[in-house]
């Protein structure tokens, strides 16, 4: 049974829908920070522990009894995490071996009082502190340093997919350097979040379609669930790109076959010379259940190149090809990507990173996280200009990509949410629409390339 909340923190609870120009946050009950909060989270701490569990007996094989007392003190400290979330305890200070404890104690001591506490903060403070703590627990071990709770989903998320995949090598091999198909490798991007079932289970009608069909055009009719889609303006960004070194930043989303059709894009676009150098940036820790972490690429890159069909495997060796000469880099490991802080604060907050992204081209952030980060987890006008709702943050020509999973958003044209609020009243969280959303580094037109914008003010 789910522990209901402590009777001192119900009446700070509004059951109401997150407010327009708010802070998503689980204070409000009919929102999907607070379902997420009340019952996803609870759940996905479960899984950890049924996860550790099932790795048990491998665990002990490898690191002896001594691991029996890790186990002991992790899952008393997930459970006791548990209590603590759904009783809307305050933020703790880390005192570990965390080697980014000195930035979030210093984000915790400097948030202000009312919202240091799970429901009552900020949903994206609140749920990265959850994440963090957790990795915390594993950290602090004796045996389980290294181990990655969420290894083994990412992995089956990949072999479940074992059809798509060979279609899509297949489909994807012999591309033009065009629009059409730099366009059609961004949706099936886009899209393999929240339909790779539907891509997995494609039947084609004979073999010989395999290397011609266009996979996504035969799937649910995804294309009018694209909101936003300024993929032309990227393509252009990459077009008109000058110099012998031409760098693509690409932050990273899911693994599993995610992670393959990340692959597959940032092949096509160091085949077509649109990049000489695309730098993958990762998690430094498991994340968000499905996040990729370095060992996911390159557990991925192996998979591909052990595949029984030879056209896969070909372009698992061709990955592996395109790493060895840093045509394809992992990016250096940054615990900003794991921290609670929207993008806007970057250039304060760790100016390296920043300055890194402000070498590239273009910056392509993935996925629903990297988006509310983008936004600062804010419910902005769903018609606001992308650029706004960045807030300064413009390091370079920047591309956001993600399935609509949470309120957040913004970009969209006149009338489109009240329209799909009409006739789609789960539209913002069901993952069923996307967007693909561009924004020019000159376009806000600022004195100082590396300072903030004065325009809008920060958000607290």
């Given amino acids: 049974m789910t522990p209901s909340f402590s009777s001192s923190m119900g009446a700070d609870l509004l059951d109401v829908t997150t407010p327009r120009h708010s802070l998503l ?41 001594e691991v029996d007392k890790d186990f002991h003190i992790i899952i008393e400290s997930i459970e006791r995490l548990k209590r603590e979330l759904l009783r809307d305890r305050n933020f703790q200070l880390f005192h570990g071996n965390e080697p980014d404890k000195a930035e979030w104690n210093a984000f915790i001591s400097e948030l202000p009082r009312p919202k240091r506490s799970f429901f009552r903060a900020s949903w994206l403070h609140s749920e990265c502190y959850l994440y963090r703590r957790i990795s915390s627990f594993f ?16 992995q089956e998320d990949l072999i479940v997919s074992n059809k798509a995949i ?91 076959f995610e992670l393959f059709t990340d692959l597959l894009f940032i092949e096509y676009l160091v085949d077509q010379e649109l990049a000489t150098q695309v730098r993958m940036h990762v998690k430094a820790i498991p994340w968000y259940i499905s996040d990729v972490m370095k060992h996911d690429i390159e557990w991925t890159i192996k998979y591909l190149k052990d595949s029984k069909e030879e056209h896969v495997s070909l372009l698992g060796k061709k ?16 615990h900003f990507w794991t921290g609670p802080q929207s993008y806007f604060v ?48 413009r390091p370079t020509n920047m591309c956001a990509m993600r399935n609509v999973k949470c309120e957040v958003i ?27 959303q561009y924004t020019d580094s000159l376009k806000c037109k600022c004195e100082a390339q590396l300072s903030l914008c004065s325009l809008h003010s920060k958000i607290i």
């Fill in 25 to 65: 946050s689980g204070r409000f009950k009919q929102s999907f920070a607070y379902i997420a909060l009340q019952t996803r989270m609870p759940g996905i701490m479960s899984q950890i522990i049924m996860t550790l569990f099932s790795n048990k007996a491998r665990l002990q094989q490898i690191h002896g009894s």
């Fill in 319 to 334: 990955l592996e090809s395109l790493m060895e000469s840093e045509r394809i880099v992992i990016a250096p490991i940054s």
């Fill in 139 to 154: 950290e602090n071990s004796k045996c389980l340093k290294d181990f990655d709770y969420f290894q083994d989903l990412k």
């Fill in 166 to 256: 060979s279609c899509l090598t297949l489909a994807t091999r012999g591309l033009m350097k065009d629009f059409k198909s730099f366009s059609r490798l961004m949706r099936i991007n886009l899209w393999s979040n929240h339909f790779e079932i539907q891509l997995s289970s494609f039947i084609f009608e004979s073999p010989q379609d395999h290397s011609n069909i266009d996979v996504l055009a035969q799937v649910a009719d995804l294309d009018r669930r694209v909101l936003v889609d300024e993929s032309q303006m990227v393509w252009d960004c990459l077009l008109k790109a000058k110099g012998e070194h031409i760098i693509v930043d690409y932050i990273c989303d899911n693994g599993g």
């Fill in 346 to 393: 970057m250039v304060d907050s760790n100016f390296e990173l920043y300055r890194m992204l402000s070498q590239a081209q273009l910056a392509i952030f993935k996925g629903d996280l990297n988006y509310r980060k983008l936004l600062g987890d804010y419910i902005w006008d769903s018609t606001e200009e992308f650029i706004t709702c960045l807030r300064g943050f």
């Fill in 410 to 436: 913004c970009g969209l044209p006149e009338g489109t949410a009240d329209h799909l609020m009409r006739t789609d009243p789960t539209w913002m969280i069901s993952g069923y629409y996307g967007v693909i």
